[in-house]
């Protein structure tokens, strides 16, 4: 049976993601008991005293549909709390993230089959911003599942968010993407059950569909289900594709754009009795790090530092553990394991060649840079990086939290 209490050994083996976002250099077994003795005084018998979420702005392009604001816990206390209470939640209501990479690898496994079929995409409007907090806690306190001390601090979470006026659940939290799943387990469950469904996922509210049926029918029954399970959600329509084999002689394409990769395949299977399908990063994501590797030599027209500047390059064109703590977590992020499901590699190429043309740019701020870089005699240092290497040699590299925050601070 889990073990729900705020006790030092439990909230102690939730510590380290804290521990490396918040500490600064404290010595660690110093600030977990810093920070639990912070917890206690915080904590009564009725409530959980939390300190108002950090507001951060998040560009438009990195937000799943919504405002571009986004938040974090005041301390390390709260921070620790909500692990817990979030940690608590997952366990007892059995809820498992989606894997991005396993959504897409079935998809492209399913577009390989011959059979016809319909595909719809669709997406919630303005998704975190408008779940109804309120009922989804008061439903979730209702239910004996969780402790005491855990629905106490689920209700103090709820009162902070309203003396903070936040709509919805604050993108950023860890607590707030678990009750998001929860709000949406019975719109999942009712979407599976329909008879001409054979495949459904959600990424966090990125809704891919596979049918018998067209997507105007699918969309339809989607809208319906999600008035029941969810009211105050709406659906926003997105792609509606239909694979219906053409004629004979005919050989159509079409295009998914899903979860970061653009995936070309045919209409009607070339050989075998399979299409074929071309996976590759979606235009988005290409345009995203060009202009990240084009902000990154302009910012070093201005403040000149090597060493930050060669971070950024090698942040881009490789690969890193997402925490940055090898030992502790096993996510990895970058030019391979963001994109590691590619057939066509041209983008690599693509890549290194948009690179490789800001060397020779006219662009005022990029050409001073090279120029200072040359001066300095380390274009040539520059130049080795390559993005098809870090992707086909799965190239890792190491980066501190400050370190990380300052290779971020131009994008």
């Given at each position: 049976m889990l073990n729900q209490s705020l006790s030092q050994k439990n909230l102690e083996q939730l510590q380290w993601r804290t521990s490396y976002k918040f500490n600064n250099g404290i010595v660690e077994k110093i600030f977990f008991e810093d920070t639990f003795k912070e917890i206690q005084r915080k904590l009564s018998n009725i409530e959980y005293e939390f300190d108002d979420f950090k507001i951060k702005k998040i560009k438009k392009s990195t937000t799943t549909s919504g405002n571009n604001i986004a938040y974090d816990s005041g301390t390390a206390a709260d921070e620790l709390i909500i692990r817990k209470v979030n940690d608590n939640i997952k366990r007892?209501?059995?809820?498992?993230?989606?894997?991005?990479?396993?959504?897409?690898k079935q998809v492209i496994s399913l577009l390989h089959d011959s059979q016809p079929i319909f595909i719809t995409r669709l997406d919630i409007k303005s998704f975190y911003d408008s779940i109804d907090a309120n009922s989804l806690i008061e439903e979730i306190t209702r239910d004996n599942l969780l402790s005491y001390e855990s629905r106490m601090i689920l209700l103090s979470f709820r009162e902070k968010l309203s003396v903070q006026r936040i709509n919805g659940l604050p993108r950023g939290l860890c607590l707030s993407a678990t009750l998001s799943e929860l709000r949406l387990r019975k719109f999942d469950q009712k979407i599976r059950e329909i008879r001409e469904v054979y495949y459904y996922a959600r990424f966090v509210d990125d809704i891919i569909i596979f049918s018998i049926s067209p997507a105007t029918e699918i969309i339809k029954l989607a809208e319906r289900i999600l008035k029941e399970a969810a009211p105050e959600l709406q659906l926003n329509t997105g792609q509606k594709l239909s694979l219906i084999s053409p004629e004979k002689n005919k050989r159509d394409y079409s295009t998914l754009d899903y979860l970061g990769y653009r995936i070309n395949f045919e209409s009607r299977p070339s050989k075998k009795n399979k299409r074929k399908v071309v996976v590759k990063i979606s235009?988005?994501?290409?345009?995203?790090?060009?202009?990240?590797?084009?902000?990154?030599?302009?910012?070093?027209?201005?403040?000149?530092?090597?060493?930050?500047?060669?971070?950024?390059?090698?942040?881009?064109?490789?690969n890193q553990y997402v925490i940055g703590d090898a030992q502790r977590t096993k996510l990895k992020s970058g030019i391979y394991y963001n994109y590691q499901l590619i057939n066509d590699k041209s983008q690599l190429s693509e890549l290194d060649q948009h690179f490789n043309s800001l060397f020779t740019s006219h662009h005022p701020p990029i050409k001073s840079a090279i120029s200072e870089l040359e001066r300095m005699g380390l274009l040539s240092m520059i130049k080795r990086y390559s993005f098809r290497f870090g992707f086909e040699c799965k190239v890792m590299n190491s980066f501190d939290k400050r370190t990380r925050t300052k290779i971020k601070g131009c994008w």
């Open positions: 007892l209501f059995r809820i498992k993230t989606a894997d991005r990479n396993s959504i897409v235009p988005k994501k290409i345009s995203k790090i060009k202009n990240r590797i084009q902000r990154s030599i302009t910012a070093f027209s201005s403040n000149k530092n090597v060493q930050l500047l060669k971070a950024r390059i090698k942040f881009l064109t490789g």
